[in-house]
C-alpha cells in the first residue's frame, strides 16, 4: 500500500482552500507543507496561520516540512494549525533530540529528513523517536527541481536500516516524484512519496495520482 501527498509549492495560492479540497477529491491521501524561512534554504513559503486558513477545506492529514533552522517555536504553532506530523532536519538543529521531542510532546508525528548531501548515519541515533524517516530525492528549497536516481540507493539502504530495527516506520521520498520517477523510488522501498509540479502538470490531479499509482503497481 502507498500513499501519495501533496506538496503545495506549485499550488496556487489564491486559491489555496479550492486547491485541498479538489486535491482531496481526487483522492490524494495527505497535504505536504514546505515550511521555509528564506535562510536554512533560499525560499520564503508556508507559516502556520497560512496551513490554519486551508485547513478546514479538507478531512486529509497535514503534515509540515520545517526547513528552518532551529524551528522549536514554530512546533507548536504548526500542531494549532492542524498538523500532524512535523517532519525536520538533523542538520539544521542545534538539539536534535530536544527538538523531536518536542514534536511528540505537542502531539504530531515525528519524521526526521535528510537532504542528499546528509548520510543516513546521521538519522539512526534519532529513530527511537521517529515515526517517518524522509529521504530527500532533490535539494531543498525549490520545487519544481528533477529528481535526482541516484538517491534510490539511499533509499534502499534506509530500508534495510529500517527493516533492521524493531517497530513501524514510514520511508517517505520528496522531490521530483511523478508519474516518471515513482516506481524507482518505490522499487527501493519507499511507501510515501511527496508529488508536487507533477500534479499540476497533469491533465487533473485524479490522472496524474491514478498514473503514479499504477507505475508502482506496475
Do not use: N
Request: glycine share 12%; with cysteine; proline share 6%.
Amino acid at each position: 500500500m502507498i500513499r501519495i501527498v501533496a506538496s503545495m509549492l506549485t499550488a496556487d495560492l489564491a486559491d489555496l482552500g479550492g486547491e485541498v479540497r479538489r486535491l482531496e477529491a481526487a483522492g490524494i491521501d495527505g497535504i505536504h507543507w514546505d515550511v521555509m524561512d528564506g535562510i536554512a534554504v533560499p525560499s520564503l513559503t508556508f507559516g502556520p496561520a497560512v496551513i490554519a486558513s486551508a485547513r478546514p477545506h479538507a478531512t486529509v492529514p497535514f503534515e509540515a516540512h520545517l526547513m528552518i533552522r532551529d524551528p522549536d517555536d514554530l512546533i507548536e504553532r504548526v500542531a494549532a494549525a492542524g498538523c500532524t506530523t512535523a517532519l525536520v532536519h538533523p542538520d539544521m538543529l542545534s538539539h536534535p533530540w530536544r527538538t523531536c521531542e518536542r514534536i511528540r510532546e505537542a502531539g504530531m508525528r515525528v519524521g526526521v529528513t535528510l537532504s542528499p548531501g546528509i548520510p543516513l548515519e546521521d538519522a539512526r541515533w534519532l529513530l527511537p523517536l521517529t515515526d517517518v524517516l524522509m529521504i530527500m530525492t532533490v535539494e531543498p528549497g525549490f520545487g519544481g527541481q528533477a529528481y535526482l536516481t541516484a538517491m534510490e540507493a539511499k533509499v534502499a539502504e534506509a530500508r534495510r536500516l529500517l527493516d533492521g530495527f524493531e517497530g513501524e516506520w514510514e520511508l517517505e521520498i520528496d522531490g521530483g516524484v511523478g508519474p516518471g520517477t515513482i516506481a524507482g523510488a518505490h522499487g527501493a522501498g519507499a511507501r510515501t512519496f511527496v508529488v508536487g509540479s507533477a500534479l499540476w502538470r497533469a491533465g487533473s490531479f485524479g490522472e496524474a495520482l491514478e498514473a503514479c499509482r499504477a507505475a508502482c503497481a506496475d
